[in-house]
């Protein structure tokens, strides 16, 4: 890295510019809250994840007080209007007089003297420190001469929170938990953050040590990642992990002059997202990621590196996407304004690219889908891995298939946050276990979480899948399970096919599959499913001799579920005989006609 660091962030201040831009309605949501009261998160609100694990009432203060300042600083720019530099200043002296910009899940501080409220002589690097230090970054360069003429001071005591929270706490400490093996989406989300804060807020020689050091961090980040590009967080958390990375790679370019996008990894990354579309509003979810993400997603970022890097199935994908999405209004006011002003989409969407076979061997991961380019018809993915992975869920061998691009055997994702999703009882919530998900259950033994249980990769190819799932069971009856996935192109059909060895005389071996829409026992060996989404209805079948069958109706209150699925999920309970040792069980998958 060169010893000279530019000053600033890639975007223009130029009010001309600002004029020009469509505010994609911020200005008229800004104005229906100019002179109302501003979000105010309590102590009680904090107090609650110790006291009871809640987390969203005071995030969600919190999230509405930074949301109302994105729109209050698009408004000063559009406008140039100096009420809105008031309104910016009002809002970012509220975030400077906050008592933690930490979120209080993650505020270890609090957690070792024993408090429910936040420790202001401690201040905690987390995410929403990072975020809030980059936003006020934003902030300054944006709007800094403006906050100068209007209300002096401002900008200094920006410079002096963020210094204390943030830039301070990154130089002098090495033992935050996100710099330590194995790295998470955490590592980039932050150093993408610090960086922010640095190149604008910073003067030589500080800016260019804590440069330097972001540059080191994010090496580090890039070279623990595989390198087919994979994410075992999924699909959700590449927005927060990779998607941040080349965010920061973006900006250190910018004040270095380096080329980026040199790391051999970087192409992998950018290709990794629309290898999990389902088709339309549907994803691959796996651990905590949702079957359908936010509509608002930084659609932009994938794009520009996508253009970069060559990939034109990652930038027909993120086009395709982004004429569909909303402006991303939440994730950071960077991306807010880079979205406004990103100018290369193409002149119409393409269709996204929607490969026909997709497998990545670092996670064990794969999808493979009856005709390339087009969600009409089916596609299968089978999840393998270990249980150990970062927002994992015990679901290894769990089997997804989407019918015209919406999920029918579906993996059911995660619901609200807690404190109990990250303590020791996580596995305590059902939407974790292995029983919850379209996997086995051996003699009455599900998965258990940790990295010795995991899933071995068999050959296959184009149109099948294989993965031996025998480590992943803490049970000594079980000698050996294989679970072979195939999609039958011709015969337009999905088989999985389960063959396992297990000691002699025991029973309570059942095969789970989750089920999403109106599920129905239509006779023996065949359910009926009529999806989600209008798609078309769908049968599960099998050889009923030796299966019991039932069903479980799950009704769901969470609208983290609730939203994705409607009020119910269905579990259908095929319980199998393998008292001679032996157990087979094909389960077919295929459009009613």
């Known amino acids: 890295m060169s010893t000279a660091v530019r000053a600033g962030l890639p975007l223009p201040t130029d009010r001309t510019f600002w004029a020009s831009v469509d505010d994609r309605g911020l200005l008229a949501r800004a104005r229906t809250e100019l002179g109302t009261p501003w979000p105010q998160p309590l102590a009680s609100q904090y107090a609650r994840y110790r006291r009871d694990g809640d987390r969203v009432e005071y995030e969600a203060r919190v999230f509405g007080r930074e949301d109302r300042l994105t729109r209050a ?20 002296t509220l975030l400077c007089e906050q008592s ?31 975020e809030v230090a980059a936003r006020l970054a934003w902030i300054d360069h944006v709007l800094g001469d403006q ?17 204390t929270r943030v830039l301070d706490p990154f130089v002098t400490r090495d033992d935050w938990g996100w710099l330590v093996p194995p790295l998470s989406n955490w590592t980039a989300w932050i150093h993408a953050n610090v960086l922010t804060a640095a190149v604008v807020l910073l003067e030589p020689p500080e800016r260019d040590a804590v440069v330097a050091r972001v540059a080191t961090g994010l090496g580090d980040y890039l070279a623990s990642l595989p390198a087919d590009g994979a994410i075992d967080e999924g699909y959700s958390y590449w927005w927060q992990g990779a998607c941040r990375a080349l965010e920061a790679l973006t900006l250190l370019e910018h004040a270095t002059g380096e080329d980026a996008s040199t790391w051999p990894v970087v192409r992998a990354m950018v290709d990794y997202p629309h290898t999990m579309h ?24 994938l794009h520009s590196w996508a253009l970069r890097t060559g990939s034109s199935a990652a930038a027909a994908h993120a086009a395709a996407e982004h004429a569909r999405s909303d402006l991303p209004e939440r994730g950071g006011i960077g991306r807010t304004l880079e979205a406004l002003a990103y100018d290369a989409w193409p002149a119409s969407a393409p269709q996204s690219p929607l ?13 493979l889908r009856e005709t390339a380019g087009s969600s009409q018809g089916l ?59 379209s996997a086995p259950e051996v003699r009455g033994t ?26 992943a069971y803490p049970t000594e009856e079980l000698t050996r399970w294989t679970r072979t996935v195939t999609l039958d192109r011709p015969g337009s059909r999905v088989l999985v096919a389960d063959d396992w060895e297990v000691t002699p005389g025991g029973t309570g071996t059942v095969v789970h599959w989750m089920l999403a829409g109106s599920v129905q026992a239509t006779a023996p060996g065949l359910v009926t499913i009529h999806p989600l989404d209008g798609a078309r209805a769908t049968r599960l079948t099998w050889d009923p001799a030796t ?10 209150d969470d609208p983290m579920l609730s939203d994705v699925w409607g009020d119910h999920l269905t579990r259908l309970e095929l319980a199998v005989d393998d008292s001679a040792g032996r157990g087979s069980l094909v389960v077919t998958i295929e459009v009613a006609r």
């Not at 490969?355 to 999808?367: K, N, Q, R």
């Not at 299966?547 to 769901?556: G, K, Y």
Request: with cysteine; charged share 20%.
């Open 147 to 163: 906050l100068d003429a209007r209300v002096p001071g401002v900008r200094r005591r920006i410079r002096h929170e963020v210094r």
């Open 278 to 301: 389902l088709g339309g509003a549907w994803y691959l979810g796996v651990g905590d990621g949702t079957a359908t993400p936010s509509t608002d997603l930084p659609w932009h970022v």
């Open 547 to 556: 299966v019991t069958s039932s069903l479980t109706v799950r009704p769901l």
């Open 379 to 437: 596609a299968v993915a089978l999840k393998g891995g270990h249980n150990g992975e970062s927002h994992n869920h015990n679901d290894l061998g769990s089997v997804v298939v989407a019918v015209d691009g919406v999920p029918v055997v579906v993996d059911p994702g995660r619901p609200t946050y807690t404190a109990q999703t990250f303590g020791p009882d996580r596995y305590d919530l059902w939407t974790m276990q292995s029983s919850w998900h």
């Open 355 to 367: 490969p026909a076979h997709v497998w990545f061997p670092s996670t064990e991961v794969g999808l």
């Open 100 to 130: 933690s910009w930490c979120w209080p899940a993650h505020d270890v501080a609090a957690a070792a003297l024993g408090t429910v409220v936040p420790v202001v002589t401690e201040p905690v690097l987390d995410l929403g420190a990072g």
């Open 73 to 92: 600083v698009v408004a000063a720019l559009v406008t140039d209007d100096p009420v809105w530099v008031d309104e910016v200043a009002d809002g970012a």
């Open 446 to 471: 599900p998965q258990h979480h940790g990295q010795e249980f995991r899933a071995a990769q068999a050959p296959g190819d184009a149109d099948r899948m294989q993965l031996d799932l025998t480590a």
